[in-house]
C-alpha cells in the first residue's frame, strides 16, 4: 500500500505546481486590478485634507487602520461598498472620471 501512497503523493505533488504556475499566470493578467496608483493618492490626499491619520479614518468607516494602510500603499482593493464610505466621509471621488474632485451634495444637479 505503500507504493500507491508515494504515487499519489507525486501526483499530487505535479498537480500543486500545475495549480501554481496557473495562479502566477492569473496573477500576471490580473495586475491592474490592484489599487491604481491614482486611487491611492486621490485616498491620501483627501484623508491629511481632512488632518486624519489612517486610524482616524479607519474608525470613521469601522474598519481596522491596516485597511487604510493597504489602501494607500496599493496593497488592497476596497469593495465598492466601502469606496462608497470612504468618499462620503471625505467629500471627495476616489475613482472614475472625477477623481480627486469633491463630490457634489445630494440633490444638487451641475448644469
Known sequence: SSGINAEYGGN???AIQKNTANLDRETEE??????????SKHLREARTAKGWN??????????????????ESGRALPNNQI???MERILGVHLRGKD?????????KKKK
Open 12 to 14: 499530487q505533488q505535479k
Open 30 to 39: 490580473l495586475k491592474h486590478e490592484s489599487v491604481s496608483k491614482d486611487f
Open 54 to 71: 489612517q486610524k482616524e479614518m479607519a474608525q470613521k468607516i469601522n474598519e481596522k487602520p491596516q485597511v487604510i494602510a493597504d489602501y
Open 83 to 85: 469606496q462608497s464610505k
Open 99 to 107: 477623481a480627486g474632485k469633491p463630490l457634489q451634495p445630494r440633490g
